[in-house]
């Protein structure tokens, strides 16, 4: 049974349904926010661990949510936050400048048991690779995630403008990227 995120909220801040809402919620959003996560970080245990990671700041903060955005925008927010950081750290203790991860990401995709994609999305994911992580990461949301550039502008705290400017130099990135290897 799906709650509304208002009924969700309210059911939360009961202590007698709180668990219950909060499972709720995990089960709405799981997949959801996996996915997302998933296509920033590439690895399946990685994306395990972050979306675990997220849902335990949402546990400990869900009570001061205020409303001012959706819940689904706000549980994206933590989620892509939450993965950047894992990220960052990551490069950080392989010692991989910050700058030069694609060849450490496209290494993962290709060393990934859960990866089935054919040639051509392994040749995709590799372009996306290429991108800066906040290009990727809207690429990623734009691209398979259909998302509005308002609900993505709310989730990354940026301007519409520089988010439609960050994609479309993605787009022709990828299309560099794809035409030239």
């Known amino acids: 049974m799906d709650l509304t995120d208002q009924e969700l909220l309210q059911q939360f801040k009961n202590p007698e349904t709180q668990n219950y809402a909060f499972n709720l919620l995990v089960r709405q959003y799981q997949k959801r926010l996996y996915w997302h996560i998933r296509k920033i970080l590439l690895d399946h245990d990685d994306t395990d661990d972050v979306l675990q990671n997220t849902f335990i700041k949402v546990w400990k903060n869900l009570a001061n949510f205020k409303g001012d ?63 800066p992580d906040k290009q990727r990461i809207v690429f990623n949301m734009r691209y398979f995630d259909a998302m509005k550039y308002e609900e993505m502008s709310d989730i990354l705290e940026t301007s519409v403008g520089a988010l439609k400017a960050s994609y479309h130099h993605a787009v022709k990135k990828i299309e560099h990227y794809l035409t030239s290897n």
């Open 69 to 131: 955005s959706q819940l689904y925008t706000w549980l994206y927010r933590i989620a892509t936050n939450e993965s950047i950081t894992f990220l960052n750290s990551k490069k950080k203790r392989a010692g991989i400048p910050l700058d030069d991860v694609s060849t450490f990401l496209a290494n993962t995709v290709q060393s990934d048991s859960y990866f089935k994609g054919d040639e051509i999305q392994a040749k995709l994911q590799k372009a996306i690779l290429t991108l």
